[in-house]
């Protein structure tokens, strides 16, 4: 386990009661410090809290009741506060700002990397808002002001101000001089120095390993590789595609004109990626994430737009079947077939509809192999629908059904699967080039599309061949 | 963009074409190298290359034909071979190798990570892998062989075996000699130096920035920081968890007696990451990625079993449709209006069931709160049923339907809709509670029971009341 070395036995016990071996937090924990709070045992909470990392108590606080996480903050000293706020999820950060003098919040945002910081300020309601920025220092809201007038989910608002810079005449040793001379003013942490002309574009990056390595009277220019520049206003998620595909580990972030303002570092990316692969499978089923803590209300505004659109679309797919009521009335065992034929070709509408998503996503499907890709779909659309078909068309004769019946129920079959597997791959790729996310509506459309024609085909063939 | 530096103008007007504003691939390109390959063009062939990043070559890959893929294979040079065998897809990764000889690939895994190189060997074949295994000097092949022998999917897997290490008892400025004599023999790039006892087992960890700022008399000891150990065989999404939760950038990679055998750093987490989103997605749609290049035999197997088990689950749930064929053939309105009910269940259903497994995943929802979630969804699903209802119910008496039929149909739309969305949250809790994946199997079973409440609700209660 970790920080082994500077804990006594009393705080390892306590740290492995807390944490299970996944580093995930035990269900045990959270009742013992919900009791230590409702008891008032400040010293019992000091040793309880001071076996966790500041990660673990903003998870620690997402299983606490609101009234709970209220009366923790307390508990809490300044620049622990700092990195949980930092951690919280929004929603439940929203909540436990509102307990949060305004003074000691501006303590605590100094602390912060300016994204962090200006996260933080973005969660505020607008009178508190302007109180805490009026308690900061000059230079510490100005960065904050800054970081907030660039776009939500831009490269702008992922970057840190904070970055360190040198000029291409130094050498090794004179950056390395004059990072122990300016210690203090240095990011905590930093892995790539950029190298900057005089009107501070950045031109290559040293890694700090590389610095370390080589002897004091080499020139930066020459240990120095090249970089990869992030514009300001780039989009959250082209910034995560090129961290991922060229596996930086920080970038530098320049203005228009190409001056270098910020950087971004993979530990804000790899948060990017989690929100951007979850909000992808949300999107999918149709729905947003309201929050861990969300109240009944807020989750069914966050699901009831989808469901009165499928209401709508069902309801008109439905009218389908209103055509053939004379039909059904005839055979009656149309009612029992067709929804399996509606159900199959949903279901194969899907995988190609999820497959096509991800493929987008990660930029495996473009313009290069669109068509390639949609007509491989249809034939593995017809491939799975004539598989389908046999078997239960043969399960269906085998049952005593008429061959006719079978066929028809076959053919039906074989349409409502292709139409689904062209459905799931074009819908998708037409969406991302009208720019819209391909993951927000496809399966609506792709739904709609597999029920009307799974209706149609087999009622309509039926009415056409068996009556 | 980037390397600006050092290409002339020919040369960035080419990378221009190459890639997007978005840094991925343009279009126009991938015929460009299909033409030149075509022609047998070697010199335009080595500045269409010149202008790509490794993992762009990867990239374009990806988009070639197989043949034209193993005719560019010449055109690489060890170096950027061997990157670019460590960015490709899997299944195009094992195509390329069949045509890679086995003494040049022997060199190029020489220039690789050992985890990369061990992945690398891991997609040949057998005999092919001896080969390659005996061409490479006995050091590099004991490592590759020893990650090769952990399991696919844990921490020995992802780790490379190349790390920086220094005693306790050093200073800075020793450390620094020390890299500066023996920088051949370092990783080309770290973040961390591990501070470890005698044994070798590691106390802490020094990031580069820190020792690049503190002055060259300060013991290691003092400035070094807690780590976070990872054990050999910890699975990958857990290690990826860790990172994500405490923002690491590399972590040591211990054995069960808690020796230093490697490290994991956060670049490779983001792949995992991204892996794991993906796997998700594909896991609720039924679906297998069967890979950007796979024929069309291998998506129909990877997507038929899916298929075959929902014909089976459709068809049990028709059944109860079988039953209600009196009911139907007197009022054959309901074979209209049963669809619907099934399809407003089955979205409602697939929106809780994607919410649980994104919080399954993200551990927001544990054995903490798995009662309160379940409680709340059965809540949301009371109060989504009861507007769907009064929606429709109204609609359809506005129609001209009667008042009985409009209740019945309301009532079981709340029935179905209520299960729901306790099924959607229960299931995939259960599936993770008994050790499986909750995004696997959930969607079978949530709309198994969508349909099959539905259904039964519907006729049933249309039975027993307007029959």
């Given at each position: 386990?970790?920080?082994?070395?500077?804990?006594?036995?009393?705080?390892?016990?306590?740290?492995?009661i807390?944490?299970?071996?996944d580093?995930?937090?035990?269900p045990?924990?959270?009742?013992?410090?919900?009791?230590?709070?409702?008891?008032?045992?400040a010293?019992?909470?000091?040793?309880?809290?001071?076996?966790?990392?500041?990660?673990?108590?903003?998870?620690?606080?997402?299983?606490?009741?609101?009234?709970?996480?209220?009366?923790?903050?307390?508990?809490?000293?300044?620049?622990?506060?700092?990195?949980?706020?930092?951690?919280?999820?929004?929603?439940?950060?929203?909540?436990?700002?509102?307990?949060?003098?305004?003074?000691?919040?501006?303590?605590?945002?100094?602390?912060?990397?300016s994204?962090?910081?200006?996260?933080?300020?973005?969660?505020?309601?607008?009178?508190?808002?302007?109180?805490?920025?009026?308690?900061?220092?000059e230079?510490?809201?100005?960065?904050?002001?800054?970081?907030?007038?660039?776009?939500?989910?831009?490269?702008?608002?992922?970057?840190?101000?904070?970055?360190?810079?040198?000029?291409?005449?130094?050498?090794?040793?004179?950056?390395?001089?004059?990072f122990?001379?300016?210690?203090?003013?240095?990011?905590?942490?930093?892995?790539?120095?950029?190298?900057?002309?005089?009107?501070?574009?950045?031109?290559g990056?040293?890694?700090v390993?590389?610095?370390?390595?080589?002897?004091?009277?080499?020139?930066?220019?020459?240990?120095?590789?090249?970089?990869?520049?992030?514009?300001?206003?780039?989009?959250?998620?082209?910034?995560?595609?090129?961290?991922?595909?060229?596996?930086?580990?920080?970038?530098?972030?320049?203005?228009?004109?190409?001056?270098?303002?910020?950087?971004?570092?993979?530990?804000?990316?790899?948060?990017?990626?989690?929100?951007?692969?979850?909000?992808?499978?949300?999107?999918?089923?149709?729905?947003?994430?309201?929050?861990?803590?969300?109240?009944?209300?807020?989750?069914?505004?966050?699901?009831?737009?989808?469901?009165?659109?499928n209401?709508?679309?069902?309801?008109?797919?439905?009218?389908?079947?209103?055509?053939?009521?004379?039909?059904?009335?005839?055979?009656?065992?149309?009612?029992?077939?067709?929804?399996?034929?509606?159900?199959?070709?949903?279901?194969?509408?899907?995988?190609?509809?999820?497959?096509?998503?991800r493929?987008?996503?990660?930029?495996?499907?473009?313009?290069?192999?669109?068509?390639?890709?949609?007509?491989?779909?249809?034939?593995?659309?017809?491939?799975?629908?004539?598989?389908?078909?046999?078997?239960?068309?043969?399960?269906?004769?085998?049952?005593?059904?008429?061959?006719?019946?079978?066929?028809?129920?076959?053919?039906?079959?074989?349409?409502?699967?292709c139409?689904?597997?062209?459905?799931?791959?074009?819908?998708?790729?037409?969406?991302?080039?009208?720019?819209?996310?391909?993951?927000?509506?496809?399966?609506?459309?792709?739904?709609?599309?597999?029920?009307?024609?799974?209706?149609?085909?087999?009622?309509?063939?039926?009415a056409?061949?068996?009556?």
């Amino acid at each position: 386990m970790a920080r082994e070395d500077d804990l006594d036995v009393a705080d390892q016990d306590l740290e492995d009661i807390a944490l299970g071996e996944d580093y995930a937090l035990n269900p045990e924990f959270v009742p013992m410090v919900a009791d230590a709070l409702e008891r008032g045992d400040a010293e019992r909470l000091r040793e309880l809290l001071g076996a966790l990392h500041p990660a673990d108590i903003a998870d620690l606080m997402g299983f606490l009741s609101p009234d709970d996480r209220e009366e923790l903050l307390p508990h809490l000293d300044q620049e622990v506060l700092a990195e949980v706020l930092s951690e919280l999820d929004t929603e439940i950060r929203e909540d436990i700002l509102e307990h949060v003098p305004s003074a000691m919040l501006a303590k605590a945002l100094g602390e912060m990397d300016s994204d962090d910081a200006a996260d933080v300020v973005d969660d505020l309601e607008e009178d508190k808002k302007a109180q805490v920025l009026a308690a900061m220092p000059e230079m510490e809201r100005a960065a904050i002001e800054t970081s907030l007038a660039y776009e939500d989910e831009t490269a702008g608002r992922l970057m840190q101000r904070e970055v360190v810079a040198a000029p291409q005449f130094w050498t090794v040793g004179q950056a390395i001089d004059h990072f122990r001379k300016e210690a203090d003013e240095l990011p905590e942490l930093f892995f790539d120095v950029y190298i900057v002309d005089p009107s501070y574009k950045p031109v290559g990056a040293a890694p700090v390993s590389l610095l370390l390595r080589s002897s004091r009277n080499t020139p930066l220019a020459q240990i120095m590789e090249p970089v990869t520049e992030i514009p300001v206003d780039m989009d959250q998620e082209e910034v995560a595609y090129i961290f991922d595909k060229y596996h930086l580990i920080s970038a530098p972030v320049v203005e228009p004109g190409g001056r270098l303002v910020g950087q971004i570092t993979v530990d804000d990316i790899v948060g990017v990626i989690q929100e951007e692969g979850e909000e992808d499978i949300l999107a999918l089923a149709g729905v947003s994430d309201a929050g861990r803590d969300a109240s009944v209300l807020e989750i069914v505004r966050s699901r009831i737009p989808w469901l009165l659109i499928n209401t709508v679309t069902a309801a008109v797919a439905a009218n389908v079947i209103g055509f053939f009521q004379g039909e059904i009335e005839k055979l009656v065992i149309l009612a029992v077939l067709f929804p399996i034929v509606a159900s199959l070709g949903g279901n194969a509408g899907t995988q190609t509809l999820a497959v096509a998503v991800r493929a987008l996503a990660s930029r495996e499907l473009s313009a290069v192999n669109a068509m390639r890709t949609v007509t491989r779909e249809m034939t593995v659309g017809l491939v799975n629908g004539a598989l389908l078909a046999l078997v239960t068309g043969l399960l269906l004769y085998a049952l005593g059904q008429g061959l006719g019946l079978a066929l028809v129920f076959g053919a039906a079959m074989i349409i409502n699967v292709c139409v689904a597997s062209l459905a799931g791959a074009l819908i998708p790729i037409l969406l991302e080039r009208m720019g819209r996310d391909p993951a927000v509506s496809s399966s609506i459309f792709v739904t709609f599309v597999t029920d009307f024609t799974g209706f149609f085909a087999f009622l309509g063939l039926s009415a056409l061949i068996l009556l």
